[in-house]
Each structure stands twice: as structure tokens, then as C-alpha cells.
């Protein structure tokens, strides 16, 4: 892990594409803004452990129940992580104010 010290104002590069300048600095925290192509997806860490602790919970508990089949099972399990992508999605727009 690389780590530095960044000043407000100042910018962090990360191969051809994407730049991350520090936006804000604060007692214990940092605002930062990230700068990306659009196929790149850039999600907060918090949020993507969520999402993965929640499709376990899902994919779980459709194997224990009996009544469901495995091509049921699957399916269910598509559909939660379909809905995870969506929940991540809506929270990167939310976070680009579009």
C-alpha cells in the first residue's frame, strides 16, 4: 500500500486515466473527488461490503430453504446481486450529483 500526505488542492494520479485531488481536509476526515472514465466504477469500500455480506445472506439462505431448487436458487441469487449493482449505481450518480 502506497501512502501519502496531500494538502488540500492537491492531486493523486493513478495510471493514464484517473486523477483523485484532495478536495477538503478536516479533523479526522478527508473530502476527495475522483476523476474517471465512465467504464471504470468507483464505489465507496463501505458500500460494496455491505452489498457482498448481503448476497451471502441471500445466497444462504436460498440453499437452506427445501422447497426452493437449485435453478431457483440461482436465480434468486442473480437477481440479488442484479439489484446490488443497481444500489451501487444510484449511489455513484447520487455521488456525482447526476
Given at each position: ?9 492537491r492531486r493523486i494520479v493513478i495510471g493514464d486515466s484517473i ?80
Amino acid at each position: 500500500m502506497l501512502i501519502l500526505a496531500r494538502k488540500k488542492d492537491r492531486r493523486i494520479v493513478i495510471g493514464d486515466s484517473i486523477e483523485i485531488v484532495i478536495v477538503e481536509v478536516g479533523n479526522g476526515w478527508a473530502k476527495i473527488g475522483i476523476e474517471a472514465p465512465k467504464n471504470i466504477s468507483v464505489y465507496r469500500k463501505e458500500l460494496v461490503d455491505e452489498v457482498v455480506a448481503e448476497n451471502i445472506r441471500a445466497a444462504r439462505s436460498a440453499t437452506q430453504r427445501n422447497s426452493r431448487s437449485a435453478a431457483d436458487a440461482a436465480g434468486h441469487r442473480k437477481t440479488t446481486a442484479k439489484a446490488a449493482e443497481l444500489v451501487l449505481q444510484a449511489e455513484l450518480m447520487k455521488e456525482k450529483g447526476e
